[in-house]
């Protein structure tokens, strides 16, 4: 097997990296900032316009028909680049369930404005009392001649101040069991009864929301497959989101790289850091830990360039990926010691502030997504096919 990217596909990561180097100069940015936000949104906008967004979309639905190896290398650029997907909900996950199990309607009506940056899709799965058992999810939805009436509450939702849809998890049969009875609905934010209470992590920034609904009503003609089957969609969305795993391993890599710099700048008693056996040999074998992560994303990819729908395969390519970047964060707060410690912004920060912050924010990638003792029972189940206890 030829790991190798083709020649046409490395000369499209360097048009790309050509695009994004005059493009995109913020290197380091906060998307609650309104400034940053519409340079990021002027930069999406023009990706969509070439196409380049959902690239392997076709191109009735806005896409350039383009290979997955094509949008895996966009992707990699774009994280390398520190460049953000604004609607990485619509792009990555409500986008592909749509293709897999909506109407052609529905197809028609919400792929194109997700490829052409016309719109920022939020997620309406969580709630207080089921995050990772999903399934147990009480937010109501109940008919009322062409609508549903929606009730309750989501949590963790990201940037839901932004959303202009939000794709929702709903109970429609509240008396079957509960891996049955849910619908899966497609929600425009502005709809009567909407609201949202940002929620403050421990990073210090108001990355997710709650959000409530009160007698919001829904077109029947949003719901996604079949009602009452919603789960069996969700089980679709959720695995395209576990498959969008690439774009975080670019970004650990250059977290990793960064720390490599770091120990080659910096000495102790005449000599480098990295010369110090210990810490280069622990960067060592961190770096072969990102090939194999980057090694199971590019399988996820290429399994859908054959229109197989990856399952415990993302799974472990996000748990995997996941824990490497909780132990990178760790390793680097190490390495720098104490001025690890200050964030952005502090005089005396080293990297400034970026290991302080990856040791809180990793805190959550092995939670979101599906908790990783969740990804360790799909593995065991759909991979090794061992009994449920």
């Given at each position: 097997m030829d790991f190798r990217f083709s020649e046409e596909e490395e000369a499209f990561r360097k048009e790309v990296r050509d695009f994004l180097r005059k493009e995109w100069t913020l290197a380091d940015y906060?998307?609650?900032?309104?400034?940053?936000?519409?340079?990021?949104?002027?930069?999406?906008?023009?990706?969509?316009?070439?196409?380049?967004?959902?690239?392997?979309?076709?191109?009735?639905?806005?896409?350039?028909?383009?290979?997955?190896?094509?949008?895996?290398?966009?992707?990699?650029?774009?994280?390398?680049?520190?460049?953000p997907i604004l609607d990485g909900q619509g792009v990555y996950m409500v986008g592909p369930c749509l293709m897999f199990q909506g109407t052609e309607e529905q197809r028609q009506r919400f792929l194109p404005p997700i490829a052409h940056s016309e719109v920022v899709w939020v997620q309406g799965f969580s709630e207080p009392n089921a995050g990772s058992d999903l399934a147990s999810l009480q937010t109501r939805a109940v008919v009322d001649g062409d609508d549903y009436v929606v009730n309750g509450q989501k949590t963790w939702t990201t940037r839901a101040h932004r959303g202009d849809w939000i794709h929702l998890?709903?109970?429609?049969?509240?008396?079957?069991?509960?891996?049955?009875?849910?619908?899966?609905?497609?929600?425009?934010?502005?709809?009567?009864?909407?609201?949202?209470?940002?929620i403050v992590n421990?990073?210090?920034?108001?990355?997710?929301?709650?959000?409530?609904?009160?007698?919001?009503?829904?077109?029947?003609?949003?719901?996604?497959?079949?009602?009452?089957?919603?789960?069996?969609?969700?089980?679709?969305?959720?695995?395209?989101?576990?498959?969008?795993?690439?774009?975080?391993?670019?970004?650990?890599?250059?977290?990793?790289?960064?720390?490599?710099?770091?120990a080659r700048e910096t000495k102790r008693n005449g000599q480098s850091l990295i010369e110090d056996p210990l810490i280069g040999g622990k960067l060592a074998e961190l770096t072969?830990?990102?090939?194999?992560?980057?090694?199971?994303?590019?399988?996820?990819?290429?399994?859908?360039?054959?229109?197989?729908?990856?399952?415990?395969?993302?799974?472990?390519?996000?748990?995997?990926?996941?824990?490497?970047?909780?132990?990178?964060?760790?390793?680097?707060?190490?390495?720098?010691?104490?001025?690890?410690?200050?964030?952005?912004?502090?005089?005396?920060?080293?990297?400034?502030?970026?290991?302080?912050?990856q040791y809180l924010w990793t805190v959550g990638v092995t939670i979101y997504a599906g908790s990783n003792e969740i990804q360790r029972n799909i593995i065991a189940t759909r991979g090794l096919d061992l009994p449920r206890g």
């Open positions: 906060d998307l609650d900032t309104p400034e940053h936000w519409n340079a990021a949104k002027e930069l999406e906008k023009k990706l969509g316009a070439k196409g380049w967004l959902c690239m392997a979309w076709p191109k009735e639905y806005g896409g350039l028909g383009a290979s997955h190896m094509h949008q895996l290398v966009f992707q990699e650029e774009m994280a390398s680049a520190h460049a998890m709903v109970r429609t049969d509240p008396k079957a069991p509960k891996h049955r009875g849910i619908s899966y609905l497609l929600v425009d934010m502005r709809s009567p009864g909407i609201s949202i209470n940002p421990m990073t210090g920034r108001a990355d997710y929301y709650e959000v409530y609904f009160d007698s919001v009503r829904v077109p029947k003609s949003n719901r996604v497959g079949q009602e009452n089957q919603g789960w069996y969609v969700a089980l679709t969305t959720l695995a395209f989101e576990r498959s969008a795993i690439g774009a975080y391993v670019a970004q650990t890599r250059q977290v990793l790289q960064d720390l490599v710099q770091f072969i830990e990102i090939e194999v992560a980057q090694l199971l994303s590019h399988r996820i990819v290429w399994m859908a360039s054959r229109g197989l729908m990856p399952n415990y395969e993302a799974s472990v390519a996000k748990t995997f990926t996941t824990e490497l970047q909780q132990r990178i964060a760790n390793f680097g707060m190490h390495l720098l010691g104490l001025y690890g410690q200050l964030a952005e912004g502090s005089k005396w920060a080293a990297l400034e502030g970026l290991i302080q912050f």
